[in-house]
C-alpha cells in the first residue's frame, strides 16, 4: 500500500460497528453506506461479500435468509432489537429491526433502506477513483478472503484503485501483513468498548487520510453543498454540531438546510 493518504471514498465494509463508529468519530463518515452497523464472525464473509459486489447485492437481505439468533446469540447492546443472521451472505444484522420479519412492513423497511444504501455505495464507486475499504473484527482474519475481495472488485470495476485496511483484535499476537493495497493490523488485545464509542490508537491512521469527496460535495470554507437526489443540501459551518435541520421540498425539488454537521440519511 503506498503512502498516498488522498481518497475520494472511504466507506466500512462491517464485520463490527467500531469501522463505522470511528470513521464518524473522526469527521470521515460522510453518507450512510449498508455495511456500517453489521458484523461478520469468520472471514469467509468476505467471499459472500465479493460475490455481493458481482450481484449489486441482490442476495443480501433476503426474507428467506434470515434466522433470528437464539437468544443467548444476542447481542447485549441491542437487546431491545431483533436480531438477524443472513444465511446466505453470513452478515449478522443486529441493530436494524424493532419488528419481527413477519411484519412485513417492518421487513420491507429495511430491505429498502438497506437496497438504497447499497445502489448508494455502487454509484459513488462507479464516481471515485481512489477508494479504501475498512474492516474491523474481533478475530484473525487471514490474507486470502482478502485478496478474493480486492481482485473482484478489481474485475468488476476496472481502472479504480481500492485499498483495504483491516483492525483484526484478539489475535495470538500482534503482526502487520501487507500485500499491493492490502494491510492487515493484528492485535493481541481484545476490542474494547472504547473502539465502539471513542477512539483508541489502533484507529490513529485515519487521522492522516485526507478524504474529500469532491465528487459529491463542493465547498467553500464555511459553506458546503452536497448533491442530494432530486435535491440540494446546503450546508452552513459544517464543522460544529448540528445546531439546525430544515427540510422543504419546492416544486419538487428538495432543498436540505443545516447550520452544523448534515444529518447522514
Known amino acids: 500500500m503506498d503512502n498516498n493518504q488522498n481518497y475520494d471514498l472511504v466507506f466500512s465494509v462491517g464485520g463490527n460497528c467500531a469501522a463505522a463508529h470511528n470513521l464518524q468519530y473522526k469527521g470521515l463518515r460522510k453518507f450512510s453506506l449498508p455495511f456500517d452497523w453489521t458484523y461478520i464472525v469468520n472471514d469467509s464473509a468476505l467471499y459472500k461479500l465479493a460475490e455481493g459486489f458481482k450481484n449489486n447485492f441482490k442476495t443480501f437481505l433476503l426474507k428467506e435468509n434470515l434466522e433470528e439468533l437464539a437468544p443467548d446469540k444476542y447481542s447485549i447492546d441491542h437487546k431491545d432489537k431483533i436480531q438477524y443472521k443472513d444465511l446466505k451472505t453470513e452478515y449478522y444484522f443486529v441493530n436494524h429491526f424493532v419488528k419481527p420479519i413477519d411484519n412485513i412492513n417492518e421487513y420491507n423497511r429495511v430491505k429498502n433502506k438497506f437496497d438504497k444504501r447499497a445502489k448508494r ?9 481512489k477508494i479504501l475499504l475498512i474492516l474491523s ?3 484473525y482474519v487471514n490474507i486470502e478472503p482478502c485478496r478474493y475481495l480486492i481482485n473482484t472488485l478489481n474485475e468488476i470495476f476496472p481502472n479504480k484503485t481500492f485499498h483495504l485496511r483491516v483492525l483484526s483484535f484478539s489475535c495470538a499476537k500482534d503482526e502487520i501483513i501487507e500485500e499491493n493495497c492490502i494491510k492487515i493490523y493484528h492485535y493481541a488485545r481484545e476490542i474494547t468498548k472504547k473502539d465502539y464509542t471513542t477512539t483508541t490508537q489502533a484507529w490513529d491512521f485515519l487521522d492522516f487520510i485526507n478524504y474529500n469527496p469532491s465528487l459529491f460535495m463542493t465547498k467553500f470554507g464555511c459553506l458546503m453543498f452536497d448533491k442530494l437526489k432530486k435535491g440540494l443540501a446546503i450546508v ?4 460544529i454540531n448540528t445546531f439546525l435541520y430544515v427540510k422543504l421540498y419546492i416544486c419538487g425539488i428538495r432543498i436540505q438546510i443545516a447550520i452544523g454537521k448534515n444529518r447522514i440519511e
Open 121 to 129: 455505495l455502487i454509484e459513488f464507486i462507479n464516481k471515485s477513483n
Open 137 to 139: 473484527t474481533n478475530f
Open 236 to 239: 452552513i459551518f459544517p464543522q
